[in-house]
Each structure stands twice: as C-alpha cells, then as structure tokens.
C-alpha cells in the first residue's frame, strides 16, 4: 500500500486520504455508509472541520460502525484559545472519540496570524488541549502560499494543509519541498480545484505522484470511491489522454480560474474576491442553498458593491478580469 509519514507528527498513513466536505449534500444514512465503507476498503485518514456543518456529526456515526483505525484530523476558524478550545470540544462530541490526532486552525489568513500565535492566540488553546492528551498534533490550512511560507519558517505547526492539483500546481516548488526539509506534514487539499477538474484519473494521478504528500478526496457515494480508489492503487504514471486532459482545461480555465492567492486584496470594497469567483465550487461541494444562508448570503450583497476601480487587476499575477468574473459569478447565484 502506498503510505506517507506525516512528517514530525510520526503518523504513517496510506496517501490518499477522505474530506469531509461531499457527505454534508447527503443523508445522514448515505453519509455514513459511505464513510464507514470507505474506511473499510483501506481510508486511513479522514479531515473535516468545524465550519462543514454536519461533516462532523455524519463521520462520529459512521466511525461507531467499524473498528478499523483511523487518524483523525478536524479544523476551526476560531483564533482565540478560549474559541477554540470550545470547538474542540464540540469536535469531540460531534466526533464522538475522545482524542483527535490533528487539530488545524482553519483557513488562516496573513492578517489573523499574529493573533493566532501570541498569548492568548489559537496556537496557545491548541497546545493546552494536546498537554491534556485530547489531541495529538496541531496545523493549519491555508490558500495563500506566501501564508504558509511563513508558517513554515516560524515552524510551530506540525502539519500543513495546502491546495495543490495540475490547476494549482505552485506549492510543488515553493512549499512542499521546505515543507518535507523541515519534518513537516503536508497535506494536499483540492486535487479537483474545488469541483472545477471533472476528471478524477488525470487529477488525482498528478498529486498522487508528488512524493511525501497526503492527498484528500471528499466523496459522497461508495461508488465514486471505489473509482478513487482504483486510481490511488494504480500507476501514477501519465498517459497521453491524462496529458492532453490537463492541457485542454488549463487552456480553458487560464483567464477564468482564481487560484486562491489572495494578491488581489485588499479590495476597496472589501470584497471576499476569491470566495465569490469560487460560487460554482462551493455550490457543487455544499449545495446551493448555501447562499440564501449567512456568511455566504452578505458575500454576495457585498460583491453586488464593486466599484470596478480595477485595483485588483493590477495586482492579480494570472491577469484574471475580476470585475467581469465578479459580475458573471453575481448573475450566475442569482440564477439558482
């Protein structure tokens, strides 16, 4: 079986692990057979958050059908130790363990971070749970590679969470190699680009081969696993129609696709700029009726208020035309 040690945490798991994020668009009884099955036929790894609202709760059932182990990772978005040691709480419960191997703060961006790491900061709250021994190591995700650079250097996480597909292909020179020199454990979030890729064989291939690395794949059904499944117990090796698949969707997407680094901001309007051009994904992951609910709900209105100033532009290194992009997004929620 192909394995990877995660690096200074020790935890040695198979590399292609499960998100948590599909199972929330399914009942409760689908959600937990396909996670009590993907677990029985080799997942060793399984990562979910705080922020996904019933992941949590739909794994804790699922994980009382089996006796398979299983390495267990969860996130917050709180940046307080005192919010986060509630969340993890909550994780706990929802979970239904009594220890949980990691605990990331979620999403970090470069303006929360002083806070996270000084007294009285997320990191602090993580560290107390893991003297307690309710969880094992402490990480973080997030989307900006310049972010996790740094993370990297300070090196008081022992694990990283970063986007990584032939999509989003920068992190394999800037940040998984300092990432493996360093001992710490990487772990590859959206091979698919968050539903853009559509071809799971050429997608997951291509992270698969990135050695030392953990791929997640959130799926919803036994079937699509047994598909993933396959493809991770395969040649990772890329054939001319997994190449000419990879060629034809970077040249449809390369002034279409937002890669997440956030250069764009900050927006006079204080548009969320990424999250908006991402409705399509987080529609097809979440489901639609996640923008007639907060926070996604105001992320629109505030969209609705761009000036077209044209700042962003400037400062996008893909030379996306966001002001357009914001406008189709708009239209295309408006739509549902």
Request: aromatic residues 6%.
């Amino acid at each position: 079986m192909k394995q990877v040690i995660l690096g200074r945490t020790g935890l040695k798991v198979n590399k292609l692990g499960l998100g948590g994020i599909p199972i929330q668009r399914v009942s409760e009884e689908q959600a937990a057979e396909t996670v009590c099955y993907a677990v029985e036929n080799g997942i060793d790894f399984i990562d979910t958050s705080r922020v996904y609202p019933t992941s949590e709760h739909k794994i804790g059932i699922a994980l009382k059908q089996t006796d398979k182990p299983v390495v267990l990772a969860t996130k917050s978005k709180e940046r307080t130790a005192s919010g986060i040691r509630s969340d993890i709480e909550i994780s706990l419960r929802e979970l239904q363990t009594d220890y949980i191997h990691i605990y990331q703060c979620h999403f970090i961006k470069e303006n929360e971070y002083p806070e996270i790491i000084s007294p009285g900061g997320a990191l602090e709250g993580l560290l107390q749970a893991k003297k307690e021994g309710i969880i094992g190591h402490v990480g973080v995700t997030a989307h900006s590679l310049d972010m996790l650079d740094r993370v990297l250097e300070d090196g008081l996480f022992d694990t990283i969470m970063v986007c990584f597909s032939f999509m989003e292909p920068e992190a394999k020179n800037k940040i998984i190699p300092k990432a493996l020199e360093k001992n710490i454990g990487v772990i590859a979030m959206k091979p698919m680009s968050g539903g853009v890729i559509e071809h799971p064989k050429p997608a997951l291939k291509y992270a698969l081969g990135q050695e030392g690395v953990l791929v997640l794949c959130g799926v919803e059904s036994t079937t699509k696993f047994d598909q993933n499944w396959e493809i991770f117990s395969g040649d990772y090796q890329l054939d001319d129609e997994d190449k000419k698949i990879i060629d034809d969707i970077r040249k449809e997407y390369d002034k279409n696709f937002c890669r997440r680094c956030d250069y764009c901001q900050p927006c006079t309007e204080e548009i969320p700029i990424q999250m908006v051009l991402g409705v399509r994904s987080q529609a097809k992951r979440m489901g639609e009726q996640i923008f007639a609910k907060e926070p996604r709900k105001s992320m629109m209105e505030k969209a609705r208020e761009c000036s077209e100033c044209g700042e962003c532009m400037t400062r996008c290194p893909y030379e996306l035309p966001i002001p357009e992009l914001l406008k189709e997004r708009i239209q295309w929620v408006d739509s549902l």
